[in-house]
C-alpha cells in the first residue's frame, strides 16, 4: 500500500527515516524499483549504508516541503549585509554549502529523483548569484 510507511536505514550509525512510501516512490525512481523489489517491498525496508544521512535528510525535507531551506543540515550563508560575520567567514560558509549543494546533487542523480536534482541546482545558481 502506498499509505504504509516506509523505513530506511542510512548510513554507518543506521540512523532510521520514515517516510510514506507513496510520497517517496512518486519523486525517486530509485525507491520505487527498491521498493517492487521483492525483499525489500516485502518488509517496507530499505538499508542505505554508505549513504550520508544529513543528504538524505534534506531529500527528505525537500520531499515533504519542496524546499531545502528549511533543513537544519544546511549550511547557512550570511548575506553580504550583515556585519557580524567577516569576507573570510562567509567565503568559507559559501564554500560549504557550495559542496553540499554539490553532494545534494549527486545524490539527487543517485536516487533518480530529477525533482530534487532540479530543486538543487537552482539552490546552486542562486548562490552565485
Known amino acids: 500500500s502506498f499509505a504504509t510507511p516506509l523505513k530506511v536505514i542510512v548510513g554507518e550509525n543506521q540512523t532510521e527515516f520514515f517516510i510514506q512510501k507513496g510520497i517517496i516512490i512518486n519523486e525517486s525512481d530509485f525507491f520505487k524499483a527498491a521498493c517492487n523489489n521483492h525483499e525489500s517491498g516485502k518488509s517496507n525496508e530499505v538499508v542505505l549504508k554508505e549513504d550520508d544521512p544529513k543528504i538524505f535528510g534534506i ?56 525533482g530534487f536534482q532540479n530543486h538543487v541546482m537552482d539552490s546552486i545558481i542562486a548562490l552565485c548569484k
Do not use: H
Open 59 to 114: 531529500f527528505l525535507t525537500w520531499l515533504l516541503t519542496k524546499s531545502i531551506d528549511n533543513s537544519n543540515d544546511m549550511i547557512v550563508v550570511p548575506e553580504a549585509r550583515k556585519r557580524d560575520w567577516s569576507q573570510e567567514e562567509r567565503l568559507s560558509a559559501a564554500t560549504g554549502r557550495y559542496s553540499q549543494l554539490l553532494n545534494c546533487y549527486f545524490y539527487a542523480s543517485f536516487l533518480q529523483s530529477t
